[in-house]
């Protein structure tokens, strides 16, 4: 790639804000709007990311908190206001800060006015704007397509005698793609962020947008073979391979692409979708065949696999081989659907994967409260919120969805102090894990990410430049390269990455490279000359080593 032809979103982190989770300024204990600007300093020049994505504030019943949309173009009143949104819009342009922001295309809330009217009768105009589909003659749903939440995917509507297909909660009927009326209204949604400055969006279950027109059953997967982070329980049970990633699915991003690269001109816009498919061939068409599609597709897949060394390194360049020419990667270790960092790896190994996460080549996006260590907070069964929990009785998401933990004070600092009950619970250590002690700890997991922030933008081998694995090292460690891709030669300023995965001691020679400085230890109490023929890791230990050319 030539010098001009690196983005933003190429060489920025994106940092994800739940935000009914983030900061509370009204006193009704749940994150808004203006909690976003009032800690859009510690995002820009604290932290230091470039970009923020922002989960849904739309207004809407709640049932999946904010993921059935009831207006998609408005913000609910427990966020804010559109004059708060454009603020922070401003306020974030300011700070050289991007705002992306959820896009949910394949369902809306069955109180939008849209779904409101298509059950009103068959032949209401907006009938077709959702998928319905008459029983089978003994009177059961139209095929055996699963909803995510549990259960069948179709609900019987007996006012007007047909099934509407909800791919997640019933509450969330799935909207009709292939209705041209229904595209042409969401993307004038698209339109309307776009001309009040949004930089990007996340597209929701990009992959679901186009189902089988024929409606066809999908095939039982008796050995649940399905490689997810998360069991989904009777929902394994099938090859999803007709309620979701309908080849015409790639015409939508297509239309859709066209209209973020005609609001491109002065500022370049984004989009990255989530996709849900580990086949890396059809994961990687989602780019388009002509990078005309998705600008990323989410990749999930060190969420996939096991913390080992190996199983790391196969997964990066499982990606690194797919790719097609001239597409950009990406990277992520938390979400607000899956179990936090510091949870899954524990706390000494959550330094050794912000040092992988920042380092790889690609995009990187952290979620909120990663940079502190906060871990999964045991929610009792009455303060629990998520519907997949109360809808299924399985593990649900509440537990890394808990109020960012800013200060030892009163609701972690999160709320005002008056207030006595928060949407979900803090975890016990806020009083330790939260942003001002770690500030005042030279050592913490938050210096770390500040560390590792300020030299990824200082460093160009880092934020463009290319990946090399280094073979002939212990099995517990992966070792790899990133070189500058546009200076001569002689400037690439080769940068060596060495991440210890065990609990022990690990020894690397690399006669080679013969000797190097230490830039950064993920324990941040290293520096200086070293010799990598000999180069000793300690236990989870991670290391950045500049090389040097004898």
């Known amino acids: 790639m030539k010098r001009s032809s690196f983005l933003w979103w190429q060489t920025g982190v994106v940092y994800q804000i739940y935000p009914r989770s983030f900061k509370d300024t009204t006193g009704n204990g749940v994150g808004d709007l203006e909690g976003v600007i009032q800690k859009l300093d510690y995002l820009s020049e604290t932290l230091g990311v470039d970009a923020i994505w922002l989960s849904p504030f739309y207004p809407s019943p709640m049932a999946d908190f904010g993921y059935d949309v009831a207006d998609y173009t408005d913000v609910d009143p427990l966020f804010g206001d559109l004059a708060t949104f454009d603020r922070l819009i401003e306020t974030a342009h300011r700070r050289d800060v991007r705002v992306i922001i959820d896009l949910v295309p394949n369902h809306s809330s069955d109180r939008h006015p849209w779904f409101i009217e298509s059950r009103s009768s068959q032949d209401n105009p907006k009938r ?11 009177g059961s749903p139209p095929n055996n397509w699963l909803s995510v939440f549990g259960g069948s995917a179709w609900e019987w ?8 297909l909800h791919s997640f909660l019933k509450e969330q009927p799935d909207l009709n793609w292939r209705n041209p009326e229904v595209r042409d209204a969401m993307f004038d949604g698209v339109r309307f962020w776009l001309e009040r400055g949004v930089d990007g969006f996340r597209v929701d279950v990009a992959h679901y947008v186009m189902k089988d027109p024929h409606l066809r059953d999908n095939p039982p997967d008796p050995a649940r073979a399905r490689s997810i982070h998360r069991p989904m329980g009777e929902y394994d049970s099938l090859f999803h391979v007709y309620d979701s990633g309908h080849p015409d699915v790639h015409g939508v991003y297509r239309l859709f692409r066209q209209i973020l690269d005609g609001y491109s001109d002065q500022r370049p816009r984004f989009s990255v979708g989530e996709v849900h498919i580990f086949d890396w061939d059809e994961w990687a068409a989602y780019y388009g065949e002509n990078l005309d599609e998705l600008h990323m597709p989410f990749n999930f897949n060190l969420l996939n696999v096991p913390w080992d060394a190996q199983a790391v390194r196969d997964a990066v360049e499982g990606l690194e081989s797919a790719l097609p020419e001239g597409a950009w990667p990406n990277y992520v270790l938390g979400n607000h659907d899956e179990p936090r960092l510091a949870t899954r790896y524990g706390l000494r190994a959550a330094r050794t994967a912000a040092m992988l996460l920042l380092t790889l080549r690609g995009t990187p996006t952290l979620y909120y409260g990663d940079e502190i260590g906060m871990v999964d907070v045991e929610i009792p069964p009455h303060q629990q919120r998520d519907p997949w929990v109360l809808e299924t009785a399985k593990t649900g998401r509440d537990p890394c969805r808990t109020p960012m933990q800013w200060s030892a ?17 803090l975890a016990d250590d806020y009083e330790s894990v939260n942003v001002e002690a ?14 590792l922030l300020s030299y990824r933008r200082s460093k160009p081998s880092i934020h463009r430049g290319s990946y090399r694995p280094v073979d002939g090292v212990p099995s517990s460690c992966f070792v790899y390269l990133r070189s500058d891709v546009v200076e001569p030669p002689a400037q690439r300023d080769p940068i060596l990455v060495a991440l210890n995965f065990s609990d022990q001691d690990q020894r690397i020679r690399l006669p080679s490279m013969a000797s190097g400085r230490i830039a950064v230890s993920t324990q941040l109490d290293r520096e200086g000359l070293v010799d990598l023929r000999d180069l000793k890791l300690r236990p989870h230990e991670g290391l950045i080593v500049e090389l040097i050319d004898d």
Do not use: I, M
Request: glycine residues 6%; hydrophobic residues 30%.
């Open 128 to 138: 077709d704007w959702y998928v319905w589909a008459d029983p089978k003659p003994d």
């Open 157 to 164: 509507d007996e006012a007007t005698g047909q099934y509407y």
């Open 438 to 451: 770690q500030l005042d700890d030279p050592s913490s997991l938050l210096q770390l990410y500040r560390r």
């Open 409 to 425: 004070g009163p609701n972690a600092g999160f709320a005002p102090p008056h207030v006595d009950e928060l949407w979900l619970p």
